[in-house]
């Protein structure tokens, strides 16, 4: 699964470097290096302008974590931070959403943990690893809205937009930190992915890869991660390893 990403790249500079139309300043996310469930994301999407009735590209923020327009209320959105790309077009609180609303959120790498045994008087923990390919990755992800009910349909306090980011089985470096891997969308396949009137199944799978082609860059990083309160450069600086999977 991905759990928790970093995210530094400034808006603007993802502006121009995805051909976005349109964007609100005031919507700007701070970086973040521990960017956890529920936390709000940058994600680009195109939707059709009401006015106009052209699809335009966008970037804003989403919560991430799914909510399925169904829902009776938002409180599962932190259990469905990921969505099995072997199966996303077959489950209810993901197929529409694959079918016609469809993001990337980008990444500079993300975090995954393997169990440390205790020894030597220590007590068991969690070490993390950051992941990366040295590289923006473009992680593919749905989107979806959520409407509560007990508001008036015209407040926008009743509106949620949340999202989700589909997995693959974990292959080569990656594979040896955690079994399941985000799934990426090349710059070449941006136009085709976001497309909301492209729904052809089988080639929507087919622009869906896995980042560097599975051959991760893998380092161990400080266990302060670990704590969803702590952000900042530090998270990435490189830690001993006490498992040996680092490059």
Known sequence: MCGRFV???EPGDLVALLDVARWDPTEALAPSWNVAPTDPVPAVL???DHDTGEVVRQLRPLRWGLVPSWAKDRSGAARMINARSETVDQKPAFRKAFAARRCVIPADGYYEWRPVPAADGRKAYKQPYYLSTGELMLMAGLYEFWRDA???EDDPA?????????TTDATDRAGRVHDRMPLTIARADLDGWLDP????RADL??????PADGNIRVRAVPTAVNRVAENGPRLLAEAPDPLGLAD
Request: aromatic fraction near 4%; avoid cysteine; charge should be neutral.
């Open 197 to 200: 009137a492209h729904s052809d």
């Open 158 to 166: 009743a509106w949620l937009a949340t999202a989700t980011i589909l």
């Open 150 to 152: 007990s508001l008036p």
């Open 7 to 9: 995210s530094t790249t």
């Open 46 to 48: 195109e939707r059709v």
């Open 205 to 210: 799978h087919h622009l869906l890869h896995r």
